[in-house]
């Protein structure tokens, strides 16, 4: 194989990459909110919990977003309390299972007809409980890779890319009133690469993170004072 | 010539080295298509948040349901055998919610508890396994392992229990007070560095979960179990019966309301009406316990 064609060969593969080392990552986010009666001194000594809706068939709110939710607005404004998504279903098990877990806020009153329920949600002086309906999923791929090993050599050759999506809607409730005062939706997409030369190398779109801050922003806007 | 059988020899040598290591992978490869998964379900199971009903309930963990287990051999070189056990976590979560729904739980293994306790227990509640169904995503195509089950719950007078000429209990079905099924379902999706067999664990824990949702939230809903409630209710109202009235009207009320029903009162009710009478295999199956059979400590 001639010195040309080698360097010809290079060019058509290193080319794409170099494109994707500059678009790589790149996220298009579109965040809708609409809110009422927000809390304008902050929550106090309040505490928040924000809880992922499992009850679909085909797919469930991730915990690690969740979890990630909750982190982006302790770290935002760390006077707010969120209380730990697993800790709080274990707390109240069987009344937030996905069989159980109350889909709108007036069955709350329900549910503090229970005295143990009823003691342990004034215990925890809760005041705003936040659920969480969504996924994020890979979409449409394209490209192909080869991979080989030899004695002494190893080594992948190619272009992949795949795309993600997320789409999550946070709907808060009022735990005073038992009334929904907030709806606040992010819907994120960006494409991943992973070229390979020898080494593959993944350039990943942050959607789900991008997703997280998102809501995050909006969330800590209107539960916390200071933002 | 030394040189020859020396160079032979070691030739000779590195070949069946080679060879061994090659026989070795490929037994190896060709293993791990067909190689076994086994999963001992375990989790940490929440106590229920509940008002505990004035009950002593009996409880009798048939050995088929304490130790559970369920294998499916796999249909082609590209699947696994799988074996899951579930019968310890089952005795673990269940004890776990009965203690936290019933104000005294006694376990009954054998004869002498019966004497010995009989006096005190309102009921006897003998729970089975009669399906279990999973999917892993190499069946499916689908990112989520999901773990189905059906149980059969048998509630029986701690008067119907019998002791057979060999020592096992058995329960005359004509004296059961009621009989309900409880549908469980439990799922978790692929996750990154998760194996296997953590995700078929994961999913059973979820569908434990699930099934003592579903036991909570229906158990008063049953016609058979609401009239027992009511009965033990009105006996302690009286001050008859096994148990003081320590949960006075606070107590009756509770049942009288089917304990904590908060969801699926009207579904398990249809479910109920549909599968309320068990089968004649059912029954035989329920109808002996031996006693060699049942497990759990007797507390």
Redesign the interface.
């Known amino acids: 194989m001639s010195t040309g064609i080698i360097w010809h060969n290079i060019k058509q593969w290193v080319g794409p990459g170099l494109c994707a080392l500059l678009l790589g990552g790149c996220v298009n986010a579109t965040v809708n909110e609409m809110t009422y009666n927000e809390p304008v001194a902050g929550i106090g000594e309040s505490s928040v919990v924000i809880l992922g809706r499992r009850h679909a068939p085909d797919y469930d709110t991730e915990f690690d977003f969740i979890q990630c939710i909750g982190d982006h607005i302790h770290s935002g404004d760390p006077s707010i309390d969120v209380i730990g998504e697993i800790a709080f279903i274990n707390e109240f098990y069987p009344w937030f299972e996905p069989r159980t877990a109350p889909m709108q806020p007036e069955t709350i009153d329900r549910l503090l007809q229970l005295p143990p329920v009823a003691e342990r949600f004034a215990a925890m002086q809760l005041e705003y409980m936040i659920w969480i309906d969504g996924n994020t999923v890979d979409t449409e791929s394209a490209g192909s890779m080869s991979c080989g090993i030899g004695p002494g050599v190893a080594g992948c050759f190619g272009f992949g890319t795949w795309g993600t999506e997320s789409e999550y809607e946070a709907t808060i409730w009022d735990f005073t009133d038992k009334v929904e005062v907030g709806r606040v939706s992010a819907v994120t997409s960006g494409q991943n690469y992973m070229p390979a030369v020898i080494v593959p190398i993944p350039i990943i779109a942050p959607v789900q993170g991008t997703a997280c801050d998102s809501l995050g922003d909006q969330l800590l806007e209107y539960l916390s004072a200071h933002h | 010539m030394g040189e020859a059988s020396l160079a032979s020899t070691i030739f000779d040598r590195e070949s069946a080295v080679l060879g061994r290591y090659l026989l070795v992978l490929c037994i190896a490869l060709l293993g791990t298509g067909c190689a076994s998964k086994q999963v001992v379900v375990e989790g940490n199971f929440?106590?229920?948040?509940?008002?505990p009903l004035p009950v002593t309930l009996g409880v009798i963990y048939p050995s088929a349901f304490a130790q559970h287990e369920f294998f499916d051999e796999a249909k082609g070189r590209a699947e696994s055998d799988w074996l899951v056990k579930t019968g310890e976590a089952q005795v673990e979560f269940w004890d776990i919610l009965f203690s936290g729904m019933f104000e005294d739980v006694v376990h009954i293994r054998d004869w002498e508890t019966v004497q010995s306790r009989g006096a005190d227990i309102d009921g006897v509640i003998i729970p089975a396994i009669a399906e279990l169904q999973y999917t892993i995503p190499t069946h499916t195509n689908?990112k989520?392992y999901e773990i189905w089950m059906r149980y059969q719950f048998r509630l029986v007078d701690v008067s119907a229990l019998h002791q057979q000429e060999d020592g096992a209990l058995s329960f005359n079905p004509e004296e059961r007070l009621a009989t309900w099924p409880i549908t469980a379902y439990g799922?978790?999706?692929t996750a990154f560095l998760q194996t296997d067999e953590e995700a078929v664990n994961l999913a059973a824990v979820v569908a434990l979960?699930?099934a003592?949702?579903?036991f909570?939230?229906t158990f008063g809903a049953n016609p058979g179990v609401a009239t027992w409630l009511d009965g033990i209710a009105a006996r302690q109202h009286n001050g008859i019966g096994p148990e003081p009235d320590v949960g006075g009207a606070e107590g009756s009320r509770n049942m009288d309301e089917g304990s904590?029903a908060?969801?699926?009162d009207q579904a398990a009710t249809a479910e109920t009406a549909k599968n309320g009478s068990s089968s004649p295999a059912e029954d035989a199956v329920g109808e002996a316990i031996s006693s060699a059979e049942t497990s759990g400590a007797s507390s």
């Not at chain 2, 929440?46 to 008002?51: E, G, K, R, V, W």
Request: net charge neutral.
């Open positions: 929440p106590t229920p948040l509940l008002d689908v989520v799922k978790t999706p979960r699930d003592g949702a579903h909570v939230t904590p908060i969801a699926g």
